[in-house]
C-alpha cells in the first residue's frame, strides 16, 4: 500500500529536490562571502538551518517516495547519497524522472 499517492509523492520529491539544491547553493555562497570576501556570517546563519531543514525534508520525502514507488535498494541509496554533494539531487530527481522510477506505476489487468 502506498503512503502517499504517486503524483503528490512525484511532486513533492521534485520541490524538495529543488530546494534542497537552492539552500546548498545559498549555504555556499554564504560560506564564500564569509571565508573569502567580507568575513562576516551572515550567510551561513541564514543559509545554513535553512539548508538542515531541507536536507532533513529530502531525506523523509526520499523515504516515503521510495516506498511509493517501491524503489530497490540501489535507487533508494543512490538517492539518499545525492543529497550530501552541492546540487546533486537535482541529477538524481532529473535521473529519476527520465528513467521513469518517478512515473505512476501500471496497473496490470
Not at 5 to 31: D, H, K, N, Q, Y
Not at 36 to 53: K, R, S
Not at 58 to 79: D, E, G, H
Request: aromatic residues 12%; charged residues 10%; glycine residues 6%.
Amino acid at each position: 500500500m502506498a503512503v502517499v499517492s504517486p503524483s503528490t509523492g512525484a511532486l513533492a520529491f521534485r520541490v524538495v529536490a529543488i530546494a534542497e539544491a537552492c539552500s546548498w547553493a545559498g549555504l555556499l555562497t554564504g560560506m564564500f562571502f564569509k571565508y573569502v570576501v567580507v568575513f562576516d556570517d551572515i550567510g551561513v546563519n541564514v543559509f545554513g538551518p535553512i539548508h538542515g531543514a531541507l536536507f532533513i525534508a529530502y531525506v523523509a520525502v526520499t523515504l516515503v517516495v521510495a516506498r511509493t514507488f517501491r524503489w530497490s535498494l540501489p535507487v533508494t541509496l543512490v538517492a539518499l547519497v545525492a543529497s550530501i554533494p552541492p546540487l546533486a539531487t537535482l541529477w538524481f530527481e532529473r535521473r529519476a524522472r527520465r528513467q521513469g522510477v518517478l512515473a505512476e506505476p501500471v496497473a496490470v489487468a
